[in-house]
């Protein structure tokens, strides 16, 4: 078998795997509490209403991809948009149909998109869909490919310039002390790579105290996705950034059912103080997420 070959297989594996986590989580992925999604959550549908949204012509032609269980599709269907939601979990994409009442969300893998060139003025990707793709060259190719001229593109992705580093670093120097299921050899490979590359890393989906799942995602930089756009004849518009203020607390405690009263007083002292500069510099290239939203020449 050739390096080719396996990279292949190793894509395949990865995004079938993927896919089966996400078929089992499908219908929990709705009920996850805690700190960290709500907020997230919030922070998308936020942006997508005030800065994204006021971009689009009534009854735009919209793709949602990586739909999840519907949350945006439902956002954009409401609005008047024509919407049509992807998502490679069979199960994700079950339960985003009921929710719709029709079947505007169908099962693709987001690197081979069952549209014609030029079909959509909008796409809107969030719930870290990107960062699950490893041959996420193609991802940008696709995704450029069935936008239209002038249209534009809402992405949400895992960020690598985040606290989280240096808490995973401090985590893995301790014991796992902070549960991010990282070694320390790995971590700092993370710090060795290059200043503007991003890097693989686990992340535990839970499903219940007892049972999680470890899905093997990449960060990125603002400026591999500038890089990634640039290539392909989109410009980045503007830049925000999610749990960055908020990431002064370890995500693992954030992402608690019951984080405890002292991580949630500190959180609600925290998130004010990032409600008014997730989009300001230098904060909205620190977030645990960061969000673009790009357009295509």
């Known amino acids: 078998m050739s390096a080719g070959d396996t990279i292949s297989a190793d894509t395949e594996y990865l995004k079938k795997y993927n896919a089966e986590t996400y078929n089992e989580a499908s219908e929990i992925y709705d009920s996850y509490k805690g700190l960290f999604f709500p907020y997230l959550f919030g922070r998308i549908r936020e942006i997508i209403e005030n800065r994204f949204t006021p971009m689009l012509k009534p009854g735009a032609r919209v793709l949602d991809i990586g739909c999840g269980t519907g949350q ?20 994700l994409v079950k339960v985003a149909n009921k929710k719709l009442q029709d079947n505007k969300c169908i099962v693709s893998d987001a690197c081979k998109l069952p549209f014609r060139d030029s079909s959509f003025d909008a796409i809107s990707s969030a719930g870290s869909t990107l960062n699950h793709i490893p041959d996420y060259h193609c991802f940008f190719e696709e995704i450029c490919r069935v936008l239209k001229p002038g249209g534009v593109v809402f992405l949400e992705s895992d960020n690598k310039w985040r606290m989280d580093m240096f808490w995973c670093l401090a985590s893995s120097m301790t014991g796992d002390s902070l549960d991010y ?6 971590v700092l490979g993370y710090f060795k790579r290059p200043i503007s590359q991003g890097y693989p890393y686990v992340f535990p989906l839970s499903f219940s105290e007892e049972k999680i799942r470890m899905l093997h995602l990449r960060t990125f930089t603002y400026r591999e996705l ?3 756009f640039f290539r392909r004849g989109c410009s980045i518009n503007s830049v925000y950034g999610i749990h960055s203020v908020t990431n002064l607390i370890p995500s693992p405690l954030m992402l608690k059912d019951n984080p405890g009263k002292l991580c949630s007083g500190i959180f609600n002292m925290l998130s004010p103080v ?10 909205n290239r ?9 357009k295509k020449s």
């Open 274 to 283: 990032e409600d008014i500069t997730y989009g300001t510099w230098p904060v």
């Open 181 to 186: 299921h990282e070694k320390l050899e790995n």
């Open 286 to 294: 620190l977030g645990m997420s960061i969000v673009v939203i790009a």
């Open 226 to 228: 500038e890089k990634e």
């Open 72 to 91: 945006q599709t439902m956002y954009f269907k409401e609005k008047g948009f024509d919407v049509v939601g992807v998502d490679i979990s069979k199960g």
